[in-house]
T-cell receptor
Framework: GESVGLHLPTLSVQEGDNSIINCAYS??????FIWYKQESGKGPQFIID?????DKRQGQRVTVLLNKTVKHLSLQIAATQPGDSAVYFC????????????FGKGTHLIIQP | EPEVTQTPSHQVTQMGQEVILRCVPI?????FYWYRQILGQKVEFLVS????????KSEIFDDQFSVERPDGSNFTLKIRSTKLEDSAMYFC????????????FGQGTRLTVV
């Protein structure tokens, strides 16, 4: 079946370094993608989104890249900080707002001092 | 900053009992959602709700589940006869507009069925 998934379950980076978290999706109808951050015991927190008519979007210290040709999504976090340690999920939908999000399995980002 | 609030934060119930999980979505939002997350697993979509009716539901959302917006602010998820496998974090979310916009999540209710 179609699914959204993440390549690496755990990513460990040094504080101050940049990190890249990857996500592959298989639903060719997906047209909206979101990255969420989830800290232990909390709900998913919106980080950044991108629509299918774009291939790059930047926020504060974060950049999302979308490659529709290979159905790949990535989240780049610049100058990582201890507070960036969390599980990161990509999510997608192909609906117009009524459809629920399909989440990937999550990548646990660990920032080492 | 507006936020989605959920109560209770933790609910323990006996198998076979009914539970109601409560959510107050962000006030000007139009779409409401319930998701669940079994411990250590990914977040799974349950149901979306718009204009006082279910818009979409997943396979998980069977006849044991129901949702309701009893007034202008609350959005509830009812599980009629809980099973052990219903134990999970349940997240409520809301989004503002009809076209793909970010969904804001609450902090979740941890449901433990014993």
């Amino acid at each position: 079946g179609e699914s959204v998934g993440l390549h690496l379950p755990t990513l460990s980076v040094q504080e101050g370094d940049n990190s890249i978290i990857n996500c592959a999706y298989s639903n060719s109808a997906s047209d909206y993608f979101i990255w969420y951050k989830q800290e232990s015991g909390k709900g998913p927190q919106f980080i950044i989104d991108i629509r299918s008519n774009m291939d790059k979007r930047q926020g504060q210290r974060v950049t999302v890249l979308l490659n529709k040709t290979v159905k790949h999504l990535s989240l780049q976090i610049a100058a990582t900080q201890p507070g960036d340690s969390a599980v990161y999920f990509c999510a997608e939908t192909s609906g117009g707002g009524a459809d629920g999000l399909t989440f990937g399995k999550g990548t646990h980002l660990i920032i080492q001092p | 900053e507006p936020e989605v609030t959920q109560t209770p934060s933790h609910q323990v119930t006996q198998m076979g009992q009914e539970v109601i999980l409560r959510c107050v979505p962000i006030s000007n939002h139009l779409y409401f959602y319930w998701y669940r997350q079994i411990l250590g697993q990914k977040v799974e979509f349950l149901v979306s709700f718009y204009n006082n009716e279910i818009s979409e539901k997943s396979e998980i959302f069977d006849d044991q589940f129901s949702v309701e917006r009893p007034d202008g602010s609350n959005f509830t998820l009812k599980i009629r006869s809980t099973k052990l496998e219903d134990s999970a974090m349940y997240f409520c979310a809301s989004s503002a507009l009809t076209l793909n916009t970010e969904a804001f999540f609450g902090q979740g209710t941890r449901l433990t069925v014993v």
